[in-house]
């Protein structure tokens, strides 16, 4: 996939769904004012790898799939103001997502798709796409309002080159929608854990001392690149995930770093972005640690 003009697209997973429907406002709310074009991405396949299957009902199954897409397309230039293209390719869709990510300024899903159980509230592109995305990963609730103005940005820190990312975005995001950025950092005493999950011999003060500290250094080194941007900080005394889930329920945004300090290595979701997934209301951002 190459874009003309060498602009990247928001790129927008589209299946119909309620929550692809409000992933494809958002998007192009988002590309009003970035002034991207949208792109919208729809993934097709035959649903039953391990049985055989004509190539007439394919070219059937490809037919629909090509309606849906142009579905979207036909949605998003209703919605007006940008330009909107579409994108279809047979695969599994993380897999599609994923791939068409690479050419992508970013990417916006809804969180869950048409498949999966009733009561489900994240479906598996919405947690495999921003586990694994070169590009920051939007994911948006179906029923959420797109905010127009005075948007209110929570973003979780604790220091690390990922929450630093987060952070920049979060600010960039607050620039463009004229909003606020809150900056969380919520901090625990490992050695107050119960049972044997506590750790001994931990000096509590001197840890947390720390963590502040490189708290009030991410947030002092960028907040000057968008002196604009109202930001206020907190560092609470709370596990982080309880912390972020919290200071996000008065939100219009909630950001967050892949590959933070609860993070184990590798392209894998830590416990507070999981949280945030499942429990949070907002739309909730997952930006990649940088390069």
């Given at each position: 996939?190459s874009d003309?003009?060498?602009?990247q697209p928001?790129?927008v997973?589209?299946?119909e769904?309620?929550?692809?429907e409000?992933?494809?406002r958002?998007a192009v709310?988002?590309a009003r004012l970035r002034g991207?074009?949208v792109?919208v991405?729809?993934a097709?396949q035959w649903?039953?790898?391990l049985r055989?299957?004509s190539?007439?009902v394919?070219?059937q199954?490809?037919?629909i799939?090509t309606a849906v897409?142009h579905?979207?397309?036909?949605?998003g230039r209703?919605?007006g103001?940008?330009?909107v293209?579409?994108?279809m390719?047979?695969?599994?869709?993380s897999?599609v997502l994923?791939?068409?990510a690479r050419?992508a300024a970013?990417?916006?899903l809804?969180s869950?798709?048409?498949?999966?159980?009733?009561?489900l509230?994240?479906?598996?592109?919405?947690v495999?796409?921003?586990?694994?995305?070169?590009?920051?990963v939007?994911?948006v609730?179906?029923?959420e309002p797109v905010?127009?103005?005075?948007?209110?940005?929570?973003v979780g820190?604790?220091g690390?080159p990922?929450?630093?990312?987060?952070?920049?975005?979060a600010?960039e995001e607050?620039?463009l929608?004229g909003?606020?950025?809150r900056?969380i950092?919520?901090?625990?005493?490992?050695?107050?854990?119960?049972?044997?999950?506590?750790?001994p011999?931990v000096?509590?003060?001197?840890?947390?001392?720390?963590?502040?500290a490189r708290f009030r250094?991410?947030?002092?080194?960028?907040?000057?690149?968008?002196?604009?941007v109202p930001?206020?900080?907190?560092?609470?005394?709370?596990?982080?995930?309880?912390?972020?889930?919290?200071?996000?329920k008065?939100?219009?945004?909630l950001?967050?770093g892949r590959?933070?300090l609860?993070s184990?290595?590798?392209?894998?979701?830590?416990?507070v972005?999981?949280?945030?997934l499942t429990?949070?209301?907002c739309?909730?951002a997952?930006?990649?640690?940088?390069d």
């Open positions: 996939m003309r003009g060498g602009e928001i790129l997973g589209y299946d769904s309620p929550g692809s409000q992933a494809l958002w709310h988002e991207l074009p792109l991405c729809h097709w649903p039953y790898p055989p299957v190539e007439k394919l070219a199954v490809e037919r799939a897409v579905n979207g397309v036909r949605h209703e919605l103001g940008v330009e293209r579409p994108i390719a047979k695969g599994p869709a897999a994923l791939e068409a050419e970013l990417v916006v809804g869950r798709g048409v498949g999966g159980f009733e009561d509230r994240v479906g598996s592109a919405a495999q796409v921003p586990a694994h995305s070169s590009k920051p939007v994911v609730r179906p029923g905010v127009r103005d005075g948007a209110r940005i929570v820190i604790d690390s990922a929450s630093r990312a987060a952070f920049d975005f600010l607050a620039a929608h909003g606020t950025v900056a950092c919520g901090w625990w005493d490992p050695g107050a854990l119960p049972g044997p999950d506590a750790l011999f000096d509590a003060e001197t840890m947390r001392a720390g963590a502040e250094e991410v947030v002092l080194l960028l907040t000057s690149r968008y002196p604009a930001v206020t900080t907190e560092f609470v005394a709370e596990r982080p995930p309880r912390a972020i889930v919290e200071a996000a008065d939100a219009t945004l950001v967050l590959g933070g609860d184990r290595s590798g392209p894998v979701l830590g416990v972005t999981q949280a945030a429990e949070v209301h739309p909730v997952v930006t990649p640690p940088p």
